[in-house]
């Protein structure tokens, strides 16, 4: 089964406007992590966001933030003010706690496309 | 800059040659993970070791082999390789930790001609 989801292969926003990027996981672990990254046409892998199972606020990093559901098992990466630079893949991801594995499971991702 | 180095960003070889691709990760952390990303295409995880130990493994081919050396170092090597395994290759180093997130190097871009 698909541990991280993302449904939206491409999307388009306008400059300056804020987007949603919907991601959600599967887990029976009580202690992970969930993670954004981006990859730009230049194809390095950055990290953008991060947010822990136990954090009650939501996490941001200047104009991303994470809508974090967890009822839900949703953690949808929040961009305000979009940018054209944020032209890129944004990949998902997941870190479980249970003993013996913790790496990391990417969702297949979404591409934003910022239009002037 | 991640501080997750790899060697070399670029290599151009030949069906069913072998390469071999070089990992050197963050300052103290343990775990080094492999990649595979086709164009277009997710990551693919390939193999993780733990302080010089194999801890998981993912789709990784037979002809494919890695390791991690006691100064951390990690090499995953390539062989009899094939048009399809044309692709970026990742190297990626964390500590232990949910809330630790993986930190990628630059990537190799292997092309086979």
């Known amino acids: 089964a698909q541990k991280i989801t993302q449904t939206q292969p491409g999307m388009f926003v306008q400059e300056k406007e804020a987007v949603t990027l919907d991601c959600t996981y599967d887990?029976?672990?009580?202690?992970?992590?969930l993670f954004w990254y981006k990859q730009p046409s230049s194809g390095e892998m950055i990290f953008l966001i991060y947010?822990?199972?136990?954090?009650?606020q939501n996490a941001t990093e200047g104009r991303y933030s994470l809508n974090f559901q967890k009822a839900r098992k949703s953690a949808n990466l929040v961009i305000s003010a979009s940018q054209l630079g944020d032209s890129a893949m944004y990949f998902c991801?997941?870190?479980?706690?249970?003993?013996?594995?913790?790496?990391?499971?990417f969702g297949a991702g979404t591409r934003l496309t910022v239009k002037p | 800059d991640s501080g997750v180095t790899q060697t070399p960003k670029h290599l151009i070889t030949a069906t069913g040659q072998r390469v071999t691709l070089r990992c050197s990760p963050r300052?103290?952390?343990?775990?080094v993970y492999w990649y595979q990303q086709s164009l277009d295409q997710g990551l693919q995880f390939l193999i993780q070791?733990?302080?010089?130990?194999?801890?998981a493994k993912g789709n990784i081919l037979e002809r494919f082999s890695a390791q991690q050396f006691p100064d951390l170092h990690s090499e995953l090597n390539l062989s009899s390789l094939e048009l399809g395994d044309s692709a970026l290759y990742f190297c990626?180093?964390?500590?232990?930790?949910?809330?630790?997130?993986?930190?990628f190097g630059d990537g190799t871009r292997l092309s086979i001609l």
């Open positions: 300052s103290g952390d343990l775990s």
């Open positions: 991801a997941m870190r479980e706690g249970h003993e013996g594995n913790n790496d990391m499971r």
């Open positions: 990626a180093s964390s500590a232990t930790g949910t809330d630790q997130p993986q930190h």
């Open positions: 887990t029976s672990d009580q202690s992970y992590g």
């Open positions: 947010q822990g199972s136990y954090d009650e």
């Open positions: 070791y733990y302080n010089g130990e194999e801890r």
